[in-house]
């Protein structure tokens, strides 16, 4: 969402003093953990068994390589949960269903607090208006109430156009307006989500500003590559790194408090800002949500549409039925009074509640694109009591995390679960008898509560590069790729393929 570039860091800082830091840092971490590690450590009865060996080592592979330190430490400990140090904090590594289940359900798990201290990438107001008290509860009541507020069907349905326009707008220059072009869709899919999430939950301000916007894009990606093991294990530490985190944080709220505050004196809109200063929301609260939902919509929605075009640009036997779909889907709802206008105007005319209910192979692949891709691990923190999961518990305050890819790409639910087959979603029981088999859009009592806009996105993004455009997947030599590209599941924020750089060569088609 927006043209990110994954270099930002190193403009801040240069190899020198990222090596520096990175020394100084561990022996930072070094001299202050020392009271907290050993070597071994003696367990309790209930207690989840501790990785043995420096705890420190662990953390540090936590938060470098996650996927690949969960799944490895699953294996040594033949395929059960366990448990490791980061600082002084306990945090379990979470397998299997009545985990699962546990780690969905429970009332006094809490995501923000987990995301907080083993995250530590999104913005918060709090950082940098000291006067802003913020809890995950209430961040989260607040949350649901504005997007209730803000994303119902009926203005859905009014801002629809303009998201079709701003795909045409953006798409058009890819392809050159007929002739050929190429794109990273790591940097030009992600620009075209960010404007789409900012369309609906900001100002047309905001969005026509292109500068201003790309900025902001930049600025979430700095905050997401800020988030380094020794600016998260040491939040005290001046490094680079936080440095760059917090003056990001900063400029985020300068802008968009800027956009804020001037709405509040310009001639009201139909606006996502407009219609909160005009319920009365705070300026706090009111940044607090975009900021949120900006931050958000990169991190996931971002990350799935770039994955199911390069999917469906692999697999062209799905890419046929998806556009079939989207063709048969326009033949039930136009008439003959449309046959001669533009795609994107033909496409404005259907209902949302068809492209909820009535593209179902779409739906398919993008839930397939879901399962392979999002591997990535939630996080949460117990704040309550001592909670029981099967004979081990866990204690007030530990940290639990959970790999989706634990039941995403687990073969006792998924046969072959690498490989990409929608029609698994089209058979009429998909899953095994199973506690949340799919987590894609969350689960339990913390479900994904953006997931029919993020849906509507992504269709409305297939439904016109399928029928407006040609797009075909390519190497760095304008080749077809071999081997295929591959998620990067330590790639906690992007998911960018593993060990190279994949094109699309663009064209558009149809007017």
């Excluded at 930049?218 to 997401?224: S, V």
Aim: glycine share 6%; aromatic share 10%.
């Amino acid at each position: 969402m927006s043209t990110l570039d994954s270099t930002i860091l190193g403009s801040v800082t240069g190899g020198d003093n990222q090596l520096i830091t990175g020394t100084v840092g561990v022996a930072v971490i070094l001299a202050t953990t020392v009271v907290y590690y050993a070597i071994s450590s003696k367990e309790r009865e209930h207690d989840f068994p501790k990785l043995r060996g420096i705890q420190l080592y662990h953390a540090w592979n936590f938060f470098q390589r996650r996927y690949d330190f969960l799944q490895s430490n699953f294996k040594r400990n033949f395929g059960k949960s366990f448990s490791f140090n980061v600082l002084h904090h306990n945090v379990v590594a979470l397998t299997g269903e009545e985990a699962r289940q546990a780690f969905y359900s429970n009332p006094h798990l809490d995501l923000g607090e987990g995301y907080k201290i083993l995250m530590g990438a999104a913005p918060r107001v709090s950082n940098v208006d000291m006067a802003t008290e913020e809890s995950e509860d209430g961040d989260r009541t607040l949350f649901n109430k504005v997007l209730n507020k803000l994303l119902n069907k009926a203005r859905i349905q009014d801002v629809l156009p303009t998201l079709l326009q701003d795909i045409v707008d953006k798409a058009d220059r890819w392809g050159n307006d007929g002739a050929a072009g190429r794109i990273d869709p790591f940097t030009e899919i992600y620009g075209l989500v960010f404007l789409m999430t900012a369309r609906m939950t900001t100002c047309h301000d905001l969005t026509k500003n292109e500068v201003d916007l790309k900025k902001i894009g930049d600025l979430f990606l700095t905050l997401q590559t800020s988030a380094t093991p020794t600016s998260l294990l040491l939040p005290w530490f001046p490094s680079p790194a936080r440095k760059a985190g917090r003056q990001a944080t900063t400029e985020l709220y300068t802008m968009l408090y800027g956009y804020v505050e001037r709405r509040k004196h310009a001639r009201p809109t139909n606006d996502a800002i407009d219609v909160l200063i005009a319920d009365g929301e705070t300026t706090q609260n009111i940044m607090r949500f975009v900021m949120a939902m900006l931050f958000v919509g990169i991190i996931n929605t971002g990350i799935i549409s770039c994955w199911m075009l390069i999917d469906l640009a692999i697999h062209t036997e799905w890419k046929e039925k998806c556009k079939k779909e989207i063709q048969d889907l326009l033949s039930r709802h136009l008439d003959d009074s449309l046959s001669s206008v533009a795609l994107h105007e033909k496409l404005r005319v259907i209902p949302v509640s068809a492209w909820e209910d009535e593209l179902p192979i779409l739906e398919a692949c993008i839930r397939e694109s879901q399962r392979i891709v999002l591997s990535n691990v939630a996080l949460r923190r117990n704040i309550h009591e001592e909670i029981r999961i099967g004979k081990q518990v866990v204690k007030r305050g530990d940290f639990l995390v959970y790999s989706l890819g634990d039941v995403h790409l687990n073969p006792e639910y998924y046969p072959e679960p690498h490989k990409y087959d929608p029609g698994r979603w089209l058979r009429p029981d998909p899953v095994p008898d199973a506690i949340y088999p799919f987590l894609g859009w969350g689960a339990g009592r913390h479900p994904c509560v953006g997931m029919k806009v993020a849906k509507l996105e992504m269709k409305l993004i297939l439904a016109m590069f399928l029928t407006r455009y040609e797009f075909d997947l390519v190497d760095k030599d304008g080749k077809f790729p071999d081997p295929l590209p591959v998620p990067n599941r330590n790639d906690v924020h992007q998911a960018r393929p593993l060990g190279a750089t994949y094109y699309f060569d663009f064209k558009k088609i149809v007017q």
